[in-house]
């Protein structure tokens, strides 16, 4: 069904929910947990830090704003006619600009090691663009392809085959902040 597609659609969410989960998010009590590697990459040297809040965890709710940002999972599944079995992760991502010389991507990554439908939500608008590969399976003397590139807008969501190696620009200018969430 969602085997090799990618859909963007602006305003999954009405305007007031957009503007309640940033106020959310950006309150000063929200619990955000720095990471000191986004990239989560053993192999990985890019000691790129952000913040994350675990939403769901296996598939079981692990934070208290989980249930009210879940109309993002449901509006998207009604968006492409998909009903997903369960939700594996659900995960929010606060990064900070980084002072990187040059323009750096991320290390290439797939979220889970089997099928999953992975929806992506952009809570601001930002730099720092998720690029999606054409890659499903890499050799390590592959090289990437860009598929698309998507700029962070507030209210909008990607929604892609998770078996598609993606990742994403470090922002330099602005805070890049999204929910990601693994279907299954």
């Not at 998207?76 to 369960?86: A, N, T």
């Amino acid at each position: 069904m969602y085997e090799n597609k990618l859909w963007i659609f602006d305003n999954i969410i009405s305007v007031d929910d957009q503007e309640h989960i940033k106020n959310e998010f950006f309150n000063k009590n929200f619990p955000w947990f720095f990471i000191s590697d986004i990239t989560n990459n053993s192999n990985s040297n890019q000691k790129r830090p952000a913040f994350q809040h675990t939403l769901i965890k296996d598939s079981a709710n692990n934070s208290e704003y989980c249930e009210w940002l879940l109309p993002i999972v449901k509006n998207s599944e009604d968006k492409i006619k998909f009903k997903s079995e369960r939700v594996e992760h659900g995960r929010a991502f606060l990064q900070l600009p980084l002072n990187i010389e040059k323009e750096d991507c991320d290390e290439p990554h797939v979220d889970l090691n089997y099928k999953h439908l992975v929806v992506l939500y952009y809570v601001v608008t930002s730099d720092g663009e998720t690029i999606i590969y054409n890659e499903q399976n890499k050799n390590n003397n592959d090289k990437y392809t860009i598929k698309k590139s998507i700029k962070p807008k507030q209210g909008r969501v990607v929604i892609f085959d998770g078996r598609y190696y993606h990742t994403a620009n470090q922002p330099s200018n602005d805070l890049r902040c999204v929910i990601n969430y693994n279907l299954i």
